[in-house]
């Protein structure tokens, strides 16, 4: 399974980034994918509990020696996803997970992104 890294597309070069955005939907390359749905009635609630549920996810799978890329992509096109699913309508596509052992050697494994220091991300208030 390989992941993708915004090494792999120069910048302004539409025509990579294009190429880079469709491999959400050949789930990178993963034998295994998990469509993450909630009931539509639920709205944004739905959606919080199901990222806890997907954050779960990617845990466990780490833990567990498997890659795992959540790709919110996939919503854009959820009519499809559904029909090809069987999906119901009262259910929200959300993302899919997609899931297998990692290609540790591909280039692409190797990036990392910088993060927010917690004081960067975090406002304290004393009361």
């Not at 980034?17 to 390359?29: I, M, W």
């Not at 790709?71 to 929200?92: K, L, N």
Request: charged share 15%.
């Amino acid at each position: 399974m390989r992941s993708s890294s915004p090494d792999d597309v120069a910048p302004g070069d539409r025509a990579a980034s294009a190429r880079q955005a469709f491999k959400n939907f050949e789930l990178f390359g993963a034998p295994h994918a998990a469509i993450i749905t909630t009931d539509a009635r639920h709205h944004v609630y739905g959606a919080v509990d199901a990222g806890l549920y997907v954050a779960a996810f990617l845990l466990a799978a780490q833990s567990l020696g498997l890659g795992a890329i959540p790709q919110a992509a996939i919503a854009r096109c959820s009519p499809f996803i559904r029909e090809f699913f069987g999906i119901p309508a009262d259910r929200q596509v959300l993302l899919a997970i997609s899931f297998g052992y990692p290609d540790c050697n591909h280039p692409a494994n190797s990036f990392r992104t910088n993060r927010a220091t917690i004081s960067e991300a975090a406002q304290w208030v004393d009361q």
